[in-house]
Nanobody, 125 residues
Framework: QVQLVESGGGLVQAGGSLRLSCAVS????????MGWFRQAPGKEREFVAA????????YYANSVNGRITISRDNAKNTVDLQMNSMKPEDTAVYYC??????????????????WGQGTQVTVSS
């Protein structure tokens, strides 16, 4: 059974930075495309960023493009999300996801093989 465990969430001031990490176990990490999603209170879960199994392709949501970088380390079975210039609207629970399917044009959709339990990110103004 593949397990995803997120870490690194917390409280940060607007303009600050935060780095989330997702550790994957129980499967062949390099065979999975990985992504980050978020869900704010009262809103639907939305795509943030995705990275292909090799790391050669990435996609970002328009709302975070230029401020967020997704990366992966296939030797450590981890995928990270570096968030800079954070805004209060970035406040949400952030989820890591894994899927064998890579969608042309956007990477990962909302239906994925595996999900983490989520980590809270709060950006104060």
């Amino acid at each position: 059974q593949v397990q995803l465990v997120e870490s690194g969430g917390g409280l940060v001031q607007a303009g600050g930075s935060l780095r989330l990490s997702c550790a994957v176990s129980g499967g062949t990490f390099s065979s999975y495309n990985m992504g980050w999603f978020r869900q704010a209170p009262g809103k639907e879960r939305e795509f943030v960023a995705a990275i292909s199994w090799s790391g050669g392709n990435t996609y970002y949501a328009n709302s975070v493009n230029g401020r967020i970088t997704i990366s992966r380390d296939n030797a450590k079975n981890t995928v990270d999300l570096q968030m800079n210039s954070m805004k209060p609207e970035d406040t949400a629970v952030y989820y890591c996801a894994a899927d064998r399917l890579w969608h042309l044009g956007y990477g990962l959709g909302l239906e994925n093989d595996y999900w983490g339990q989520g980590t809270q990110v709060t950006v104060s103004s």
